[in-house]
């Protein structure tokens, strides 16, 4: 599983860097989600301990965007229902 949350300009050049690893996908995704919304671009990939195995998800940040990247997320204290609003699109009590 890949999924590219980049901007086109990293696409083809600079060189990604794992910014983070979470076990579970709505984890990934909700931190892949806060990442872009502040303009980081962001990839996020299965980390596979073997074929067929899924170990857990990859957050993956151009080199020049690590600071950025860790500072988005020491300034966003985001509560349990916000990460969850990010990973689903959905609000806590089924409204969208």
Request: glycine share 8%; proline share 2%; charged share 20%.
């Amino acid at each position: 599983m890949s999924v590219d949350r980049s901007n086109k300009q990293h696409q083809m050049s600079g060189s990604w860097q794992t910014f983070a690893t979470y076990t579970d996908l709505a984890s990934a995704q909700a931190i892949a989600g806060r990442l872009a919304l502040e303009g980081v671009p962001v990839q996020l990939e299965t980390a596979a301990a073997m074929s067929g195995i899924e170990e857990g998800f990859k957050l993956l940040v151009p080199a020049d965007f690590l600071h950025r990247a860790r500072w988005v997320l020491a300034q966003s204290e985001m509560s349990t229902e916000e990460l969850t609003f990010l990973a689903t699109g959905r609000l806590e009590g089924g409204e969208q």
